[in-house]
């Protein structure tokens, strides 16, 4: 049976009650300190017995995240070697050209070859090209709906919520409290749109596509008296119909780390 090396696998089995027996702060914790040897599944005394038992052989020990995310692209590059493009650009709102597959994402092409190998005129980053190619490959070629959730509604995305909040909307709404300008600028440099700000009656709302058929829209309600200022990610409600939850979180969380490092070299 194959290994585990996602902590999903395990947090979904907790109860997530954040008790703290296990002496970590959180089941996310406790799920990423098993992945990575650091913790036994016995150190929970919540997980179901049947449970431990099953998962007890399959727990691969993860030393490296970067270096086991780099496995993942592999696969798929794999994979993609035997999609054909002609066929598939179209339901993927892509383009096929002189034998690559042209992706849309953030306002720039990004040309996929046979071989799975993904080239832009801007630099490529491992957050981007594993959902790129996961996109590829299982998107159903479903149409937008115009209904915007948070991550928490998609239908896998409740487990991992926690960690998108922390990884993904807490730092960029305290990039945002910081500096306000940075959404227009962000609308500017990646083919943004300003979005109808009265659907979730926020202060400013942003649309993105870092995929044709995955946009993503962020809302800033600023602060007003006592109340602290707020931000959610909203995605399509199809989301999960071209990307698996957990490449939907990459993607999220990946271009909240773009926005840090670009305010970091604007400031
Ligand atoms: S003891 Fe179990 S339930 Fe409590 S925080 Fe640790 S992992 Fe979560």
Not at 124 to 136: A, D, E, G, K
Not at 215 to 221: E, K
Request: hydrophobic letters at 40%; charged letters at 25%; proline letters at 5%.
């Amino acid at each position: 049976m194959a290994k585990i090396t996602n902590p999903f696998e395990i947090y979904r089995l907790l109860p997530q009650t954040n008790c703290g027996e296990c002496a970590l702060p959180n089941c996310l914790a406790f799920s990423a300190a098993v992945i990575k040897g650091q913790k036994s599944l016995a150190e929970c005394p919540y997980i179901k017995s049947a449970d431990k038992e099953q998962l007890a052989n399959r727990i691969g020990i993860r030393e490296d995240f970067s270096r086991a995310r780099g496995e993942d692209l592999k696969i798929l590059q794999s994979r993609v070697s035997n999609i054909d493009f002609s066929t598939k650009a179209e339901p993927l709102g892509a383009k096929f050209v002189s034998g690559k597959l042209a992706v849309k994402s953030l306002g720039k092409d990004f040309f996929i070859d046979t071989n799975g190998n993904v080239t832009s005129e801007c630099h490529t980053h491992v957050w981007m090209t594993v959902p790129l190619l996961s996109y590829i490959i299982h998107s159903s070629g479903e149409n937008i709906t115009g209904r915007w959730v948070p991550f928490r509604e998609l239908k896998d995305g409740g487990p991992m919520n926690p960690l998108f909040v922390q990884r993904g909307e807490k730092p960029l709404k305290k990039l945002l409290d910081s500096n306000s300008e940075l959404l227009g600028d962000l609308i500017s440099m990646f083919s943004g749109e300003r979005a109808d700000n009265s659907l979730f009656s926020s202060d400013i709302a942003l649309s993105l596509y870092p995929l044709p058929k995955v946009p993503v829209l962020i809302c800033y309600w600023n602060p007003e008296g006592d109340m602290d200022s707020d931000l959610n990610i909203f995605f399509d409600v199809s989301a999960e119909k071209h990307l698996n939850i957990e490449s939907i979180f990459s993607l999220g969380v990946g271009l909240v780390m773009m926005f840090e490092k670009i305010a970091r070299k604007h400031s």
